[in-house]
């Protein structure tokens, strides 16, 4: 059963304080397991980028075993600025005592059904066999149209029911040829942050939020796990019994 949180912030300065304290106490609560254990997390692009390395580094947590993974990725070359590894490559690095090495990287050299089963393959690495991947913690972010990762609305992908990451060569938001986790591993996470800030995400979360409209973004409901909304003030200025933290 899905456990949903609405949690709304006066600014971004409390929202990043408190992904980067929920994030680091379940980083350590899967880390206190012991022997092979590693925390893996799959980021999302946008202004979460900079909000995740300005307050994770202030944290404490076993970093080297951490890693990180994407929940959808652009076929682009690494020096592209539309490259999202390239973004957290850029202000990661620099911010945390984290490698290259722990990011699981698209191969952009691939054709884009190539480079989705070369991500399969590279993520089925830290999952047990045959079981369908469960994320410790997934960031997710929301359009203006309600899609989430790179599966929009009224598009095929979100019918999709075993591929673990799809491909998609025709995406509404450039650029056109993408990877993206689908339905099914999104769903089986234990935990995702949806992020949204900004007076230009109200209507969207209104829709979907209060309205209840089924976007891409609705359909995220973990069998056995938890969404938390974390918002700042102006997103979430038209809904209703709102709590401010």
């Known amino acids: 059963m899905t456990s949903k949180v609405i949690s709304v912030y006066e600014n971004t300065q409390k929202l990043g304080a408190e992904l980067a304290k929920n994030l680091s106490e379940l980083a350590n609560d899967v880390l206190a397991e012991g022997g092979n254990a590693v925390f893996k997390i799959g980021l999302s692009g946008g202004s979460v980028v900079s909000l995740l ?38 202000k990661f690095i620099n911010n945390l005592p984290i490698s290259e090495d722990q990011f699981i990287k698209i191969n952009p050299q691939l054709s884009v059904d190539e480079a989705a089963r070369d991500y399969i393959q590279k993520m089925s690495v830290y999952f047990a066999p045959y079981d369908l991947p469960r994320f410790d913690a ?12 790179s599966l929009f609305p009224g598009h095929k992908l979100c019918e999709e029911t075993s591929v673990w990451v799809a491909p998609i060569s025709d995406s509404p938001k450039p650029p056109p040829s993408r990877i993206t986790f689908t339905f099914p591993i999104l769903n089986n996470a234990r935990y995702i942050a949806f992020i949204a ?46 709590t401010s933290l």
């Open 53 to 90: 390395s300005e307050y994770l580094a202030k944290v404490e947590t076993d970093w080297p075993k951490w890693r990180f993974f994407f929940c959808d990725e652009r076929l682009v070359e690494f020096s592209d600025p539309e490259s999202t590894y390239a973004q957290y490559r850029d």
């Open 197 to 242: 800030t900004g007076s230009s995400k109200a209507d969207i979360l209104k829709r979907i939020l209060k309205d209840g409209e089924p976007l891409p973004a609705n359909c995220v409901q973990p069998v056995n796990g938890s969404v938390q909304w974390l918002l700042d003030e102006t997103a979430a200025k038209l809904l209703q019994e709102e």
């Open 138 to 149: 997934l960031i997710l972010g929301v359009g203006p149209d309600g899609h989430t990762c």
